[in-house]
Nanobody, 120 residues
Framework: QVQLVESGGGLVQPGGSLRLSCAAS????????MGWYRQAPGKQRELVAT???????NYADSVKGRFTISRDNTKNMVYLQMNSLKPEDTAVYYC??????????????WGQGTQVTVSS
């Protein structure tokens, strides 16, 4: 079994900062790409940022220059540093990872999500 657990969400004022963390655990042989996605009420889930095993990053246009994704391969963790937050960033943020389990094939796994609310 493989699990992803997000943490760090909460309420923050516009212009503020928040750092999300995601920990992967279980019978993991290795992890390839990792990323963050978000879903606001009434909207579909959208890509926020991704990072490859080698550290190459990709960001949605709406968050470029404000968000930074990073990972710690020794800890099987991925982070999302969010600065200059806007009300439009309000959403449930989900962690995703491509995982090769011990004794099993590759699979894409999702966390349960963490709420981020940007409001005064």
């Amino acid at each position: 079994q493989v699990q992803l657990v997000e943490s760090g969400g909460g309420l923050v004022q516009p212009g503020g900062s928040l750092r999300l963390s995601c920990a992967a655990s279980g019978s993991i042989l290795s992890i390839s790409g990792m990323g963050w996605y978000r879903q606001a009420p009434g909207k579909q889930r959208e890509l926020v940022a991704t990072i490859t095993l080698a550290g190459s990053t990709n960001y949605a246009d709406s968050v470029k220059g404000r968000f930074t994704i990073s990972r710690d391969n020794t800890k099987n963790m991925v982070y999302l540093q969010m600065n200059s937050l806007k009300p439009e960033d309000t959403a449930v943020y989900y962690c995703n990872a491509g995982v090769i389990p011990r004794g099993g094939p590759y699979g894409s796994y999702w966390g349960q999500g963490t709420q981020v609310t940007v409001s005064s």
